[in-house]
């Protein structure tokens, strides 16, 4: 390894004496390969997202070649991932079945990951057809694709029900040895059928029901498409009075209306999450929301973090130079600014 490092010490030395530079170029390169630079940021660590399903299985290759304790980010649905979830009627023994469930098929895969050193983050995200708000099979008017009905992405329609299903997912979890974070719902802002007053109703039940189970379990919000959202797109006309799908117009980002809610209602809020963030606005948004945090007399010093982020939506660049590119300048944007 010491040769190695002298090896390319002198190559870079001797790259320096004969590459042609530009008339005038001054200066010295100091390289010192003893410095250390302590330890490796977490917003440096890699991550990876995971959307369940009931033929889900890890790749060993993952497990085994990633071995710098990545983040893993999985979207659970109890409407479309769990047994008897899009039953318009609440199946027999359900609560029995899903807790059989959970620990011959969903827990031991989790452990895998866990018992690897990954950092699991679960987004619970959608309600079972039978507890729906809104038990339709029409599609959310700003999505398409099989999962997105009214239904699954509806707030629950007995909120004594929904806690005793989050207590139980939880409560297995647990008695399992699954450590792990929650973020309730996954981009809000367009997968939610409903008003940011339901959303809010529907993650302070839900933190309640988490920290039930145990106070030690970090449960954040809110996982919003970009920091900048303002207003929720999927809302029914029966809630606002307005065509189906328009919802009213907020004075306020999604984030300062979390942020005041938890504060006014004294609900738990262990961190703030948001996707896709601008790298040039990065530091812009961390100080808004750390103000918004300070004012509202929450701690300052709240976790801020990003659950998705790439170059391009459609994935068009992400095997080229400027993904590259792209990735160290917004790397060393989320780290500066404190994410």
């Given at each position: 390894m010491a040769q190695r490092i002298i090896i390319t010490l002198f190559s870079l030395i001797l790259l320096l004496f004969i590459w042609p530079v530009n008339e005038g170029f001054t200066g010295n390169i100091i390289v010192d390969a003893s410095q250390n630079m302590g330890n490796f940021p977490d917003v440096m660590r890699p991550g990876m997202m995971g959307l369940w399903s009931q033929n889900f299985t890890p790749l060993k290759t993952e497990i085994d070649n990633l071995n710098s304790k990545p983040f893993w980010r999985l979207t659970f649905g109890f409407g479309t991932d769990v047994p008897g979830g899009n039953s318009s009627v609440?199946?027999?023994?359900?609560?029995?079945?899903?807790?059989?469930?959970?620990?011959?098929?969903?827990?031991?895969?989790?452990?895998?990951?866990?018992?690897?050193?990954?950092?699991?983050?679960?987004?619970?995200?959608?309600?079972?057809?039978?507890?729906?708000?809104?038990?339709?099979?029409?599609?959310?008017?700003?999505?398409?694709?099989?999962?997105?009905?009214?239904?699954?992405?509806?707030?629950?329609?007995?909120?004594?029900?929904?806690?005793?299903?989050?207590?139980?997912?939880?409560?297995?979890?647990?008695?399992?040895?699954?450590?792990?974070?929650f973020i309730v719902g996954d981009e809000p802002d367009w997968m939610f059928y409903g008003t940011e007053e339901q959303y809010l109703e529907m993650y302070a039940y839900t933190v309640e029901a988490i920290k039930e189970v145990d106070q030690a379990n970090a449960v954040g919000a809110l996982g919003v498409s970009s920091w900048s959202k303002t207003k929720f797109i999927n809302c029914p006309a029966d809630v606002t009075g307005l065509d189906d799908g328009s919802c009213p117009l907020m004075d306020h980002s999604m984030i300062a209306g979390l942020i005041n809610y938890v504060a006014?209602?004294?609900?738990?809020?262990?961190?703030?999450?948001?996707?896709?963030?601008?790298?040039?606005?990065?530091?812009?948004?961390?100080?808004?929301?750390?103000?918004?945090?300070?004012?509202?007399?929450?701690?300052?010093?709240?976790?801020?973090?990003?659950?998705?982020?790439?170059?391009?939506?459609?994935?068009?660049?992400?095997?080229?130079?400027?993904?590259?590119?792209?990735?160290?300048?917004?790397?060393?944007?989320?780290?500066?600014?404190?994410?």
């Open positions: 609440k199946p027999l023994n359900f609560e029995a079945d899903f807790k059989s469930w959970l620990k011959k098929s969903f827990d031991p895969h989790i452990r895998l990951y866990q018992d690897a050193g990954y950092k699991v983050i679960i987004s619970l995200t959608q309600v079972p057809k039978w507890l729906s708000n809104h038990p339709s099979d029409e599609l959310l008017p700003y999505a398409d694709g099989a999962w997105f009905t009214k239904w699954a992405y509806s707030p629950p329609s007995d909120y004594n029900q929904w806690q005793n299903l989050i207590s139980l997912f939880v409560q297995t979890l647990k008695e399992d040895g699954v450590k792990a974070d006014t209602h004294q609900v738990p809020l262990d961190f703030i999450d948001w996707h896709f963030p601008d790298p040039t606005l990065v530091s812009y948004n961390v100080i808004a929301t750390r103000q918004w945090l300070q004012n509202s007399g929450l701690p300052e010093s709240m976790p801020l973090t990003i659950g998705e982020w790439l170059l391009s939506g459609s994935g068009e660049y992400e095997s080229t130079e400027m993904a590259s590119a792209y990735s160290i300048f917004m790397l060393k944007s989320l780290m500066d600014a404190g994410i």
